[in-house]
């Protein structure tokens, strides 16, 4: 049919992957191709968040801010997926009558049909079941950009944390097959990626069959890094409550795994993880980031913050400082609490006014930064393995790649190296970045 798509993403990297999927779907069932300008675009897709009010405001502005190019051009296609539309779905239409298709996460493989049907039948189509169909099966191979890859290895939560709507917008949990995995990631390493990540909203919620025999997410990791070709291994979003010694000895035994989790911890308070819903204690947070630097020394930390949950006292903030300040986290991501409809949270009494949780924030945020550009500083002078992405955004002149240890390192370097693993020596650390040498002098050398 051909024609243009652009499909435009807010949020976490699984809609990073979810707009992938879709581009893929676009491509293969209708000949469409990709474009950044929206006002050469047949299709736009809108793949929304809605985590916190802000992300979900934010999709309704921009909508709006298209809303001309349809007036201008009947035959545009407008759609809306993700966690709003699965949250909202015919409300949006409701709200904005000139979208045409809504969809959700686990009925993303439908979206080209969804076009279809609106344009044969002139009515908008909404659908944010979630099927019971592997979606999976339905979706073209992902193609490869890049020298490192994105795999989802499970799909939605079923841990219901009492502030989040995930569970609702992308239904429970789910594992992918084995066999599924793993031929998805020897297909993307015949195709050049060295380095995968294995997605899903709990990673270690993962739970399959190998060879007949009930399998868990650290048995799957070790078959993952046998794969030939892939060189590291990472994985996001892991979730302190199934982190078991297990995969902490994944973590001693499987040189390809990365060093560096993202593990988020949410608050330090017990009162306040218990109010969460999270399912463990600020102690047994603290054991398994213990265990986890013996099994791997050197590793590297990160999480994920709510301030300001409703009751949050000044000790309960305090505690949260002090486990900052104890396990020594390398970068985070840290939130005011955003109270989200239909989530158990969002009936409790909020009475801490919003500076003071802005307080909070800033205080937590200085902190971790504090931290971190430590860490960073302490890197200078050592030689670090890094996988080359892409030339630096800010010099074209310079590559940019990625430590073990999750750090973007900057230097000189030909481009010829795009997609090698380099020994570079850091030589400063900047805000969010490290700079460096290449060791080898010929610049074209491979490390070992
Ligand atoms: N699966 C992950 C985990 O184990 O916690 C988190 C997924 S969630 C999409 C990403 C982050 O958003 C959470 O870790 C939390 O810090 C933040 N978040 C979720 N709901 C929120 C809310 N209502 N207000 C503020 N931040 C929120
Ligand atoms: Fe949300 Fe908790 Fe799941 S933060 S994604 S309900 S683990």
């Known amino acids: ?33 990709r474009t950044d300008r929206p006002e050469e675009a047949d299709v736009i897709v809108f793949n929304t968040c809605s985590v916190r009010e802000k992300a ?32 909202e779905g015919a409300a949006i239409v409701a709200r904005a009558p000139y979208v045409d298709v809504v969809f959700g996460p686990q009925t993303l493989h439908r979206l080209p049909e969804l076009i279809q049907r609106r344009r044969r039948s002139g009515e908008a189509q ?34 219901y944390c009492s502030f989040c709507v995930v569970p609702y917008t992308r239904g429970p949990e789910v594992s992918r097959f084995f066999e599924d995995v793993v031929v998805e990631v020897a297909d993307l ?40 070709g892939i060189e590291r291994v990472r994985y996001t979003t892991s979730h302190p409550r199934e982190f078991t010694q297990r995969l902490i000895d994944a973590h001693r035994d499987l040189p390809q795994l990365a060093a560096h989790v993202h593990l988020p911890v949410q608050s330090g308070s017990d009162r306040m993880l218990a109010a969460m819903k999270r399912g463990y ?21 990160s999480s994920d913050f709510i301030v300001g949950f409703p009751g949050e006292s000044e000790a309960d903030f305090e505690a949260t ?17 955003s109270p989200r409809p ?32 430590a860490i960073r500083a302490a890197k200078v002078g050592r030689v670090e393995r890094v996988l080359v992405e892409r030339p630096s955004k800010k010099n074209p002149e310079e590559l940019s ?32 970045t490290l700079r460096g040498i290449l060791e080898n002098d010929d610049g074209l050398v491979r490390a070992a």
């Open 1 to 33: 049919m051909g024609g243009k798509f652009l499909i435009r993403t807010f949020g976490c990297q699984m809609n990073e992957y979810d707009s992938q999927r879709m581009a893929d779907a676009l491509a293969a069932s209708d000949g469409l191709e």
């Open 56 to 87: 979900q405001e934010k999709v309704f502005a921009d909508l709006g801010r298209i809303h001309h190019l349809k007036r201008a051009n009947p035959a545009l296609v407008v759609a809306v997926g993700g966690c709003v539309a699965s949250q």
């Open 126 to 159: 909404i659908d944010i079941s979630f099927p019971e169909i592997e979606k999976f099966d339905h979706l073209p191979a992902p193609r490869v950009a890049g020298v490192s890859a994105f795999v989802s290895i499970m799909e939605g939560c079923s841990k």
């Open 189 to 228: 390493a015949s195709q050049g990626v060295r380095e995968v990540t294995l997605l899903g909203q709990n990673v270690n919620a993962w739970r399959g069959e190998i060879d007949g025999a009930p399998a868990d997410f650290a048995a799957l990791l070790a078959y993952v890094a046998e794969i030939e």
């Open 281 to 301: 204690t600020a102690l047994e947070y603290r054991s398994i980031a213990r265990r986890l630097r013996a099994a791997r020394p050197g590793i590297s930390l």
């Open 321 to 337: 400082l002090a486990l900052v300040r104890e396990v020594g986290f390398d970068d985070s991501f840290s939130f005011v609490y």
């Open 342 to 373: 239909g989530t158990p949270a969002a009936e409790l009494a909020d009475t801490l006014p919003h500076e003071a949780k802005r307080a909070r924030l800033q205080r937590l945020q200085a902190a971790i930064e504090a931290q971190a550009g």
């Open 401 to 432: 790649g990625r430590t073990s240890s999750n750090h973007v390192v900057n230097f000189r370097g030909d481009a010829q190296l795009i997609g090698c693993f380099v020994e570079v020596r850091i030589d400063a650390a900047r805000a969010h």
